[in-house]
């Protein structure tokens, strides 16, 4: 079993800057790759990034490229987004996932086993 933690979202104007943190615990073996995915309501939940535990191999979401970062710190079992130049489409809540297996690509909620309790992120002026 896999624990996740989300936090760090808030409330910041457009341009600002967020950092979500993700604390996991449990089975290392069970999160091969971790995720970020958001949602507003009456809208499909949408992978915003991923990083995989063992290579460090990263994906993200073209809305977001060159934006965020998704970072890793093993020592710690906690994973990063760094959010900067948010816009309002940004708003939402944002979710840390766990996956067994690794990501080769981008992928949907279906892959993620483990999944955090999410922290609301708001972009408004």
């Known amino acids: 079993q896999v624990q996740l933690v989300d936090s760090g979202g808030g409330s910041v104007q457009p341009g600002g800057s967020l950092r979500l943190s993700c604390a996991a615990s449990?089975?290392?073996?069970?999160?091969?790759?971790m995720g970020w995915f958001r949602q507003v309501p009456g809208k499909e939940r949408e992978a915003v990034a991923s990083?995989?535990?063992?290579?460090?191999?990263?994906f993200y979401a073209d809305s977001v490229k060159g934006r965020f970062t998704i970072s890793l710190d093993n020592a710690e079992n906690t994973v990063y987004l760094q959010m900067i130049n948010l816009k309002p489409e940004d708003t939402g809540m944002y979710y840390c996932?766990?996956?067994?297996?690794?990501?080769?690509?981008?992928?949907?909620?279906?892959?993620?086993?483990?999944w955090g309790q999410g922290t609301q992120v708001t972009v408004s002026s």
């Open positions: 996932a766990a996956a067994r297996n690794y990501c080769y690509r981008l992928l949907a909620g279906y892959w993620f086993n483990y």
């Open positions: 449990g089975s290392t073996s069970s999160r091969n790759c």
């Open positions: 990083i995989n535990t063992g290579g460090g191999t990263i």
